[in-house]
Every structure is written in C-alpha cells, then in structure tokens.
C-alpha cells in the first residue's frame, strides 16, 4: 500500500529521543538501555509533576479551608467522632473534593464536587461518581478535629504527602513500565517475526518500553486539564482508559518503521535446498 510504501521510503528511524510517534518509538529499538532509562525519567518526571500539580492546587487549598473552618475543640477518639459543633456542615468546597460533617449521614450534605467526603459519627462515608464507601473509624487512635491541633499536623505533613506522591508516582511508572515490557516483548517479536523484521528479543523489549510512554504523557496532560476545568471526571477516566489502548497501538504499529530482515537470515523450512 502507499503507506507502507512512505515507511520503507523514509528508512529505519536512528534518533532515538522522541517516544510519541510510532517511529520514535522504533528508535529505541536500536538505542542502548541506558537512553530508554534516561527518557523513561524524563517521562515519569513529568507525570510526577501532574499528580503534585493536582494535589497542590485542586485538593490541598480545599483541605486548608476545611481546617480553618473547623472548631476549636473536637476529635476522633476510641472510632467515634467528638463534635461539637453545628451539624451538617459543609466545611469547604472545590471542584474535585468537598468536606463536610454530618454526624447522621443524613443526606443533607450535597456537593457537585466529583468527590465529597462527609464525616459522621461514626464513619467517612465518600460520595462519588462511581458510588459510595463508608469507611469506619480506626480504633486506637486520636485524630484532631479542632483547628489548633489540625493546622500544625497538617503544616507538617502535607510537604511530606507531595513528597511520597511524587516519588511514588516516579518510581511506581518505572517499575510498571520495566515489568510491562518484559511481558509486552513476546507480542513485539512475534508481531516482528511475522512482518519480517530484524528484531532480537532485547531489542523488543527496549521498543516495549518505549511504547508505553506515549500512554503516560496521555494521562499526565489529563491530570493538568483536569484540575483547570478543561475536563470533568468521565473525560479524565476516558483518557485513562485510552492510555492503556494507545499502549497497544504503539506495540503494533512501532515495528512497520523497522529494517525488514535480511533474506538469507530468514528460514524458511519449506524454501528449496541448494
């Protein structure tokens, strides 16, 4: 086809720096697995930087309000909440996250946030799109619920969460993205044995881990649209679930823009003996 007849036109792809076209993900292929290692960080970097993007300007300023909205007596002691204050109550509000008490869940309490949580006697209920979870209140330990004891708690640990969502967001991906491309390398070679093309399985497992980029920075760039109102939670959850897909895409695609092997490299059990 003209297509194809473009690929082979254009030859094998050698700079090997740019995962999110189909033929920079081919590069890698070729490349060592020092320069994947290298652009998988640069990838997982960015990601990173989006989850702490939301959590720092979507949730925490939401969290913030909350606690200065909050009395100056109360806890949560032996799984049972000490309020003492006017119930419900919305403490703060955003577009991703509400908080408020209701002592008897009593429905009174709702929020065109995508995630509400309500605070009750006796347990978290959390409203959402996907339904509701109620979640009892640990037994054995005091959690404050009054603004002098709640705002240096959190003062002190909220850059500690930033902290522990960015790292695991960094090095969750690469894990994930290291032990997807040992699996996805048997699909990528035989995709390759099939179409023809010179690929060793190292070298398919280095295309594999190229191909999975272009799925994260999918979900990076929804993260950020999503915290600026651009999407809502449904488009957020579509892209999730188009980044597993474009992964796949990628897979089969990527390897079209290699090399076609060498005739007298490929066996043919069938082919004449000369």
């Known amino acids: 086809s003209g297509i194809l007849r ?12 740019e995962p999110l076209t189909p033929r920079g993900v081919a590069a890698f292929a070729r490349a060592s697995f020092e320069r994947l290692f ?13 989850v702490v993007w939301v959590l720092s300007d979507g949730i925490f300023p939401v969290i913030d309000d909350a606690i200065d909205a909050l009395p100056d007596t109360g806890a949560i002691h032996v799984a049972r909440l000490d309020w003492r204050d006017a119930s419900p109550l919305q403490l703060a509000e955003g577009r991703i996250v509400a908080i408020g008490v209701d002592l008897d869940h009593s429905g009174a309490l709702r929020s065109p946030a995508d995630f509400q949580f309500e605070f009750g006697r006796d347990s ?9 979870a109620e979640l009892d209140y640990p037994n ?26 960015a790292i695991g967001t960094f090095f969750g991906l690469l894990l994930t993205w290291a032990a997807l491309a040992v ?20 070298a398919s497992c280095k295309l594999a881990g190229a191909a999975l980029m272009p799925g994260a920075a999918l979900v990076a760039l929804s ?15 579509f892209a999730f679930g188009m980044h597993l897909v474009i992964g796949w895409i990628y897979l089969f695609v990527s390897p079209m823009f290699l ?9 043919n059990p069938f082919g004449e003996k000369k």
């Open 183 to 202: 699996v996805y390398a048997a699909p990528v070679w035989l995709i390759c044995f099939f179409a023809n093309r010179d690929l060793t399985y190292r």
């Open 140 to 165: 054995g330990y005091i959690i404050a619920a009054n603004q002098p004891d709640a705002r240096p708690a959190w003062g002190a640990w909220s850059p500690d969460v930033l902290a522990l969502a």
């Open 223 to 237: 993260l950020v649209l999503y915290d600026l109102a651009v999407f809502d939670l449904v488009q957020l959850c």
């Open 259 to 267: 090399n076609r092997a060498l005739p007298a490299e490929k066996k």
């Open 38 to 50: 290298i652009v998988q960080c640069l990838f997982a970097a960015l990601a990173a930087a989006a």
């Open 124 to 132: 978290l209920v959390i409203y959402s799109l996907f339904g509701e």
């Open 6 to 17: 473009a690929v082979r036109a254009l030859g094998e792809p050698s700079f090997a720096w």
